[in-house]
């Protein structure tokens, strides 16, 4: 069976409040958002026509920087590139695997899925495998207001049984709702069993702020990376003198602007923990 720790907690207006300063109110500044505000803006300002042509300027100036693949690689490398695996498998009392990995078992979906991120669970269960632990603690409640039946956490504990994971070394924290309070109610959990050193895994470009968080509540974090968007052959590719390939490179796509945006989310997160003491 599954070891839980799961608290009673109604959603007060300051865990509301919380939510909308660090979930809702980045959308406006993440690019897609930003520039949504600046074509608002450029609608407005008809009877102004030199306003409004620098304002169109100024977003398909930000189409192409958060678009483009040199600016959408180099910030997410700058992330991803801080923690670097071990060479040799890691050892600790317990594995703490951080939500974010998985999608619920809604209609029409048959099992809990993996998605972009969903090396997280897979990793954890590798490290198990390799005995770096005899515990894995999966992090992760649901979203206010957004979040599914089930928690994330007991989501990945499906999938890590799937892996070959026994249950009873499956525990569960299941009302985090992002990475502080996953810090926070780990530590909760596992300082009562004494346990401080942790092996933490979570893709590569969320590692810098988790660790942060987990080393302000007070645990000796190891730090497992996983979910590597650039590797050493995809920058060196990069900066080839290929002009075809530089050509791709040049131009705008979604994926780059979804790449962008993840990574801003990531520093964004560092800035709004460390303003709030977190450091």
Do not use: C
Request: glycine letters at 6%.
């Amino acid at each position: 069976m599954f070891f839980v720790i799961f608290h009673k907690e109604q959603y007060t207006v300051g865990v509301m409040l919380n939510f909308f300063l660090s979930k809702f109110i980045p959308l406006f500044i993440y690019p897609v958002g930003l520039m949504w505000i600046l074509l608002l803006l450029a609608l407005g300002l008809r009877k102004r026509p030199g306003w409004q042509r620098m304002t169109i300027i100024v977003t398909i100036a930000l189409i192409w920087i958060g678009g483009n693949t040199w600016v959408a690689d180099s910030l997410t490398r700058a992330l991803e590139w801080q923690y670097l695996p071990s060479e040799e498998t890691p050892h600790a009392e317990v594995i703490v695997l951080l939500s974010g990995g998985t999608e619920p078992a809604q209609y029409p979906r048959n099992i809990v899925e993996v998605n972009g991120s969903g090396d997280r669970v897979i990793y954890a269960a590798d490290l198990y495998h390799q005995g770096a632990a005899p515990n894995i603690l999966a992090s992760g409640g649901s979203v206010p207001l957004v979040g599914p039946d089930t928690t994330e956490s007991e989501d990945m504990a499906v999938l890590l049984a799937m892996l070959g994971v026994p249950t009873d070394a499956i525990w569960l924290e299941k009302i985090s709702r992002n990475t502080d309070e996953n810090a926070q109610f780990s530590w909760e959990f596992l300082s009562e069993k004494d346990i401080e050193t942790i092996i933490l895994v979570t893709s590569a470009r969320h590692m810098p702020r988790a660790v942060r968080l987990f080393e302000a509540q007070g645990f000796d974090v190891i730090p497992a990376p996983t979910d590597y968007n650039i590797t050493a052959a995809s920058w060196q590719q990069l900066w080839e003198p290929n002009f075809v390939a530089q050509l791709f490179n040049f131009f705008p796509t979604a994926s780059n602007l979804s790449s962008t945006t993840g990574t801003i989310k990531e520093y964004l997160g560092i800035l709004y923990y460390a303003v709030q003491g977190a450091h």
